[in-house]
């Protein structure tokens, strides 16, 4: 059991972890299941594994750092085998226009400096290229489009107004 519990503590020095990637690393060091979920017990009775607070933490990093829509965070928090109704709450503390606010950023920084927006090919060109770089994040295709255009249409006429 000190073995297992030893995997435990490393990998959750390295960064916080839900009970379904600690226990799948357990598994790959070929630990009993039967142990490795009593020591996960343990840890979670210590409140050493939470994974409603992994949730919140994962969706506040991945959010800022990545940009990720509500669809891709909610898919990665499935994967690291996060239940839904724990991710759906961990997911309530992004607002639609922080949402919104990330692509629109993102947007931004992506477009190419030096684009014709006034030429029709380069502009639907860039509108793809970018509504398919939020489609990546998890935005929604109707959501991309509406946003990448109103970015795109802000540029074209700030880039109107100064010859």
Do not use: H
């Not at 933490?57 to 965070?73: C, D, F, I, P």
């Amino acid at each position: 059991m000190s073995v297992a519990q030893n995997i435990v503590y490393r990998q959750l020095t390295a960064s916080a972890k839900s009970r379904l990637q600690l226990a799948r690393k357990l598994a790959e060091r070929n630990i009993p299941e039967d142990v490795a979920e009593a020591v996960l017990d343990r840890f979670q009775e210590a409140r050493l594994i939470n994974d409603a607070d992994f949730a919140d933490m994962w969706v506040r990093s991945r959010s800022q750092s990545r940009k990720l829509a509500k669809g891709a965070l909610r898919r990665e928090l499935a994967e690291k085998g996060i239940d839904q109704e724990t991710a759906a709450a961990a997911l309530d503390q992004l607002t639609d226009a922080d949402e919104e606010a990330a692509a629109r950023q993102l947007v931004e920084r992506k477009l190419r400096p030096g684009t014709d927006l006034q030429d029709r090919a380069a502009r639907d060109k860039a509108t793809r290229r970018l509504a398919s770089m939020l489609a990546r994040k998890g935005y929604q295709p109707s959501q991309a489009f509406r946003i990448v255009n109103e970015v795109l249409d802000s540029c074209a006429g700030a880039d109107g107004a100064n010859p």
